[in-house]
C-alpha cells in the first residue's frame, strides 16, 4: 500500500521524497515529526510507533478527524462535489469566499476540517490564510480551466480511507504543540524529522499560523533543540533553505544539498538536508 497526502499543504516533501529517503536510519524506535504539514515521509515510511504534531490548529484538527472519521469526510466531499463542479467559474470562485470565510467562526469539528480541507484544495497554491484572516483569492487553475478536481475523485477519497487504517492500526500520538515541547518527548534510539517553516527573504502574505514570526531567533531555537538530542543519543534530520545563514548557523553538523521546484518563482533552487549522523 502506498499512502499519498491527504491535504493540499505549502511545502509538502512528497515530490522530494527521493532525495530524502536515502539519509533515513535503517533502525529506530519512534518516528517523531514536529512539523507535520501534510505528512508525506510519515505516510511513506508508515511507522509502527509515531508522534506526530503541529502548531497549526486546523490541520491536526484534520490529522484527527482522518484517522477517527473518514467516512463522513468522504460524505462531505461528495456534497460538495455535487454542488460545485456544475458552476460556472465565476460561482465556484464566490461559493469559496463564501465558505472560506465562514471558517475562522467555525468550531473546531468536523464540519470545520471538510470545509478546511476542501478550500485549500480549490485555493490558488492552497492558500486560504492571508494577513492573519482566512481569506479565498483565487481558484486553483487545474479548477479555474479544465473543471479538475482530482481531490473529489474516488482515488483520493479511497486514500483517506487508507491512511486512516494506517493511523489506527499502528501505535501513535497526535499533538497540536509547540515543537519544543514535542522534542522533549524524543529518546535515545528514536528518530526526528523536521521539516520546519523556512526563513528567507520573500515578500509574500501568505502565513501558516497566526500572528508568527520567522527569524534568526527561530533558527537559533532550532539549534539549541538539536543539541539536546545529540545530548541523548536521538537521530534527527531537518530540511531548510540554503543559505548562508543556515548553513554557518548548522556548520557542526552533516549538510547535503538537493534540487527542487518553486512553483510560486517558477524556477529550481536548492534545499538542504542537516543531519547529525
Keep these: 500500500m502506498s499512502l499519498k497526502t491527504f491535504i493540499k499543504w505549502s511545502g509538502n516533501k512528497s515530490k522530494h521524497i527521493r532525495h530524502i529517503i536515502p539519509h533515513i536510519p535503517d533502525e529506530y524506535n519512534t518516528y517523531i515529526e514536529p512539523f507535520l504539514g501534510s505528512g508525506a515521509l510519515l505516510l511513506k515510511l508508515e511507522p509502527e510507533q509515531w508522534i506526530i504534531n503541529d502548531l497549526n490548529k486546523d490541520l491536526i484538527n484534520c490529522w484527527k478527524y482522518i484517522k477517527s472519521d473518514p467516512d463522513t469526510i468522504i460524505t462531505g466531499f461528495k456534497k460538495f462535489?455535487?454542488?460545485f463542479k456544475p458552476m460556472s467559474i465565476q460561482n465556484k470562485k464566490k461559493y469559496c469566499r463564501e465558505l472560506t470565510s465562514k471558517i475562522e467562526d467555525m468550531k473546531y469539528d468536523i464540519n470545520r476540517s471538510?470545509?478546511?480541507m476542501l478550500m485549500k484544495y480549490?485555493?490558488?497554491?492552497g492558500n486560504i490564510f492571508v494577513n492573519n484572516k482566512f481569506y479565498f483569492c483565487g481558484l486553483e487553475l487545474q479548477i479555474a480551466?479544465?473543471?479538475?478536481?482530482?481531490?473529489l475523485n474516488k482515488p483520493h477519497l479511497d486514500n483517506m480511507l487508507d491512511v486512516s487504517d494506517y493511523l489506527n492500526d499502528t501505535n501513535g500520538t497526535i499533538l497540536n504543540?509547540?515543537?519544543?515541547t514535542v522534542l522533549s518527548k524524543a529518546k535515545s534510539g528514536d528518530f526526528v524529522f523536521m521539516d520546519p517553516p523556512y526563513v528567507e527573504d520573500h515578500d509574500y502574505q501568505f502565513n501558516y499560523n497566526k500572528d508568527e514570526i520567522l527569524n534568526d531567533t527561530f533558527i537559533l531555537g532550532l539549534l539549541e533543540q538539536v543539541k539536546k538530542l545529540?545530548?541523548?543519543g536521538v537521530k534527527w534530520m531537518m530540511t531548510q533553505a540554503d543559505t548562508k545563514t543556515i548553513r554557518s548557523i548548522?556548520?557542526?553538523?552533516?549538510i547535503v544539498k538537493f534540487p527542487v521546484y518553486r512553483a510560486a518563482k517558477k524556477e529550481y533552487t536548492n534545499e538542504l538536508l542537516i543531519k547529525n549522523y
Design 122 to 125: 480549490c485555493a490558488y497554491m
Design 177 to 180: 504543540a509547540d515543537y519544543k
Design 230 to 232: 545529540d545530548y541523548k
Design 81 to 83: 462535489g455535487k454542488k
Design 114 to 116: 471538510i470545509t478546511y
Design 145 to 151: 480551466f479544465n473543471n479538475s478536481c482530482g481531490f
Design 250 to 254: 548548522f556548520k557542526g553538523y552533516k
